[in-house]
């Protein structure tokens, strides 16, 4: 497990966006594990950009995203299919056939979820995933007592996501209580696994995760368990670790 503590937000971002561009030009098809979120955002940034300046191409990468919400139509403007066009997608020279996002929409949940993972299994697998933390230490939505060998399913959002998401929609009664999201065994599936994480107000997840024991208290915290995962974090989110100093600086 690595961890490298950076400077600030635009640091974490920047580090982040230079393993991706590592990776995509090592292996032109890769297939990437994407998350949706505050925090990558300024990682797909830097990627945008990479990708206007020529350094890297999305011509044959495949993406499949960890997670979306219940009921809401991906042209709705809070689902994460739009999230992913607007923040990336409609900006870079990706195929959009070869984008995959859980269709929470669809009549039979269940099937959807199992195809989900068939479409993962018939790609060859993610190469590399990126993850955000929630601040209670959920990874895509396999919230505290998510099963670590959990496979993508519709899942309930709890009560602290569901606060936390509600800044995106005009009252919490509007949050989705639902999402189709893939479960630790499936993140943990992955070959390569980079988390990010920024604020103070992941500190404490960041800490159950990196130090703390495994546990489904903490779903993050099998992450320990793979071995390629790296946390990006920056000095906030890295405040409450107890070896902080003994950790790798960007
Ligand atoms: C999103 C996802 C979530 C977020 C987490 C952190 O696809 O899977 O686990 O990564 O809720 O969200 P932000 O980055 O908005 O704090």
């Given amino acids: 497990m ?22 995509i030009k090592a292996k032109p098809d890769i297939v990437l594990g994407l998350a949706t979120g505050s925090t990558p955002e ?32 991906p042209d709705h403007d809070q689902s994460y299919r739009y999230f992913m066009n607007e923040k990336l997608f ?19 949940l269940a099937a959807e979820c199992a195809g989900y993972e068939e479409k993962m299994k018939a790609a060859g697998g993610v190469d590399l995933q990126i ?31 569901i606060k936390d998401n509600s800044r995106l929609f005009d009252s919490v009664d509007e949050v989705p209580k639902q999402a189709l999201s893939m479960g630790i065994g499936t993140i943990l599936d992955a070959k390569e696994i980079v988390l990010v994480a920024s604020k103070e107000s992941k500190a404490d997840a960041i800490a159950a995760a990196v130090e703390g024991a495994s ?5 993050a915290s099998f992450l320990q368990e793979h071995g390629n995962m790296t946390f ?19």
Avoid at 46 to 67: C, M, P
Avoid at 215 to 219: F, K
């Fill in 90 to 108: 409609d900006h870079v020279d990706i195929d959009k056939a070869n984008t995959h996002v859980p269709n929470g929409k669809a009549d039979d």
């Fill in 215 to 219: 546990s489904t208290d903490c779903p």
């Fill in 131 to 161: 993850l955000g933390i929630g601040s209670n230490g959920h990874v895509g939505f396999a919230e505290p007592g998510s099963p670590k060998d959990g496979r993508t399913s519709l899942v309930d959002l709890t009560e602290s996501t």
């Fill in 42 to 73: 300024g990682l797909y940034a830097e990627l945008v950009r990479i990708n206007k300046a020529g350094e890297i191409s999305f011509k044959q990468v495949r993406t499949f995203n960890l997670d979306e919400y219940v009921g809401v139509a």
């Fill in 232 to 250: 990006v974090i920056d000095e906030a989110a890295a405040s409450k670790l107890k070896s902080a100093d003994s950790y790798e600086k960007a």
């Fill in 2 to 23: 690595r961890v490298i503590i950076c400077k600030d937000y635009d640091e974490m971002s920047r580090k982040t966006a230079e393993i991706f561009a590592e990776r």
